[in-house]
């Protein structure tokens, strides 16, 4: 575990984000039936096999289900034909060139100029980039140096990944080289690709995860705009778990037919997720809380991570003391769905404009590792 509270001369704060949105998206409506479109097919080609009890008959999803077991409605994708067309139910994309800007970093730089954008930020200006998402489209060079040519950024970049908790371990991280003196302003980049991570004919989570691309600029309160967030305290905590893993993705593969077994995407037990990860989060808040002498329970808005309407429901009643309200816990799971580390950023950057200067509150990430983050902070003007 790792901890900091504002020291010195040098202190970070939250200047301005940023946010991608692709314009595709599926509802729940569409992608159930498309899903089930797969299972009749799936279930009329192997009917012998079912009906001599060799194949078990795969099973329709259904609508209400996903909404009242997740609160998602809809999610982005970059692409959604071949998502929901029934004889595909994976990615299609054109291939790139090495030459090309990668997908990853496209909808990176997207968000980032977004960022800056708002901050009156100079991309030269900046020290450092992050590249902070649940999964890289390649190796190498990192995603984050192929931002930071894109945006002009005379610096360094590198990746990061640590799931849904990518993000906060980002601004910490991006926080730490502020306290040090090693950077001035350091942007933290999460393009968030989930549909090349998905199964999308497991029933269990094809309607969990949604694209979108988030960036957040990091930088000493010297150069920061007038308007920003002061970051009182960053926490961050791993626990090692297999019960949310990706061995692989659909976005390396060298051909479609080569596509392995389900465990080369993404898998989860999702109800010992739920079980195990709510109390640790929930305790983790307060405590940091406690270390940093605020009262969680006067915690004027919470952006918490977003895989789970029911999730977020107990976490933020065990840290406020109540049934939290839209207005103190926003979610945007109807729209994004799991958006992965992305998520309490686009929170965040949709649902803070109304905050008055003084006003406090928690950004928080928890996912596969398991891994969370807080990062509390301050409205400043
Ligand atoms: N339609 C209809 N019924 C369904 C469906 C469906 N699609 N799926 C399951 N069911 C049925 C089951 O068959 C089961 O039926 P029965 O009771 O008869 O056996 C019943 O519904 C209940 O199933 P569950 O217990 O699994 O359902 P839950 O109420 O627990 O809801 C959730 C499932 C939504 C998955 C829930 O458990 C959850 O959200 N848990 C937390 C998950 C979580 O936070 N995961 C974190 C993932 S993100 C992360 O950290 C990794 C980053 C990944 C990056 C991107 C990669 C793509």
Redesign the pocket.
């Known amino acids: 575990m790792n901890a900091h509270n504002n020291t010195g001369a040098a202190r970070p704060v939250i200047s301005a984000t940023g946010l991608f949105t692709p314009e595709d998206s599926i509802s729940n409506a569409e992608l159930v039936e498309s899903f089930n479109a797969f299972v009749d097919r799936h279930n009329a080609a192997h009917a012998d096999a079912i009906a001599a009890g060799e194949v078990e008959p795969l099973v329709h999803?259904?609508v209400e289900?996903?909404e009242k077991?997740?609160g998602i409605k809809a999610r982005h994708v970059i692409n959604k034909t071949p998502l929901i067309d029934p004889d595909i139910m994976e990615p299609r994309h054109e291939p790139r060139g090495n030459d090309d800007m990668s997908m990853m970093a496209e909808i990176g730089v997207a968000a980032a100029r977004d960022a800056l954008a708002r901050a009156g930020r100079d991309a030269a200006d900046v020290d450092a980039v992050l590249c902070a998402a649940?999964?890289m489209q390649r190796p190498y060079p990192a995603m984050a140096i192929e931002i930071q040519q894109a945006l002009g950024i005379d610096g360094f970049a590198f990746d990061m990944n640590v799931?849904?908790s990518s993000a906060t371990f980002g601004i910490q991280t991006a926080a730490d080289y502020i306290r040090s003196g090693n950077a001035k302003s350091v942007l933290v980049v999460s393009p968030?690709i989930?549909s090349g991570?998905?199964n999308w004919r497991d029933?269990?989570?094809?309607?969990?995860?949604g694209d979108v691309a988030t960036a957040v600029l990091v930088e000493d309160v010297s150069i920061a705009p007038a308007e920003h967030w002061d970051i009182l305290g960053t926490r961050l905590k791993t626990v090692f778990s297999n019960n949310?893993r990706?061995n692989f993705g659909f976005l390396n593969r060298a051909e479609p037919e080569t596509i392995g077994t389900p465990d080369k995407l993404?898998v989860?037990e999702?109800?010992k997720?739920?079980k195990e990860?709510v109390p640790m989060v929930a305790q983790m808040i307060v405590d940091e809380a406690d270390r940093l002498s605020l009262d969680p329970a006067a915690l004027r808005r919470l952006w918490l991570h977003q895989?789970?309407a029911g999730?977020n429901r107990l976490i933020a009643q065990r840290v406020l003391g109540h049934e939290a309200s839209e207005d103190e816990s926003p979610t945007v799971l109807d729209t994004y769905g799991?958006t992965?580390s992305a998520g309490s950023i686009i929170a965040f950057h949709l649902n803070n404009s109304d905050l008055v200067a003084g006003d406090t509150g928690l950004i928080c990430s928890f996912?596969?590792g398991y891994s969370a983050g807080t990062v509390f902070v301050r409205k400043v003007a």
């Open positions: 999803s259904s289900f996903i077991a997740s649940s999964n799931a849904c968030e989930t991570h998905l029933r269990d989570s094809h309607f969990i995860f949310i990706n993404f989860q999702g109800r997720v739920f990860v895989a789970n999730m799991n992965s996912g596969a």
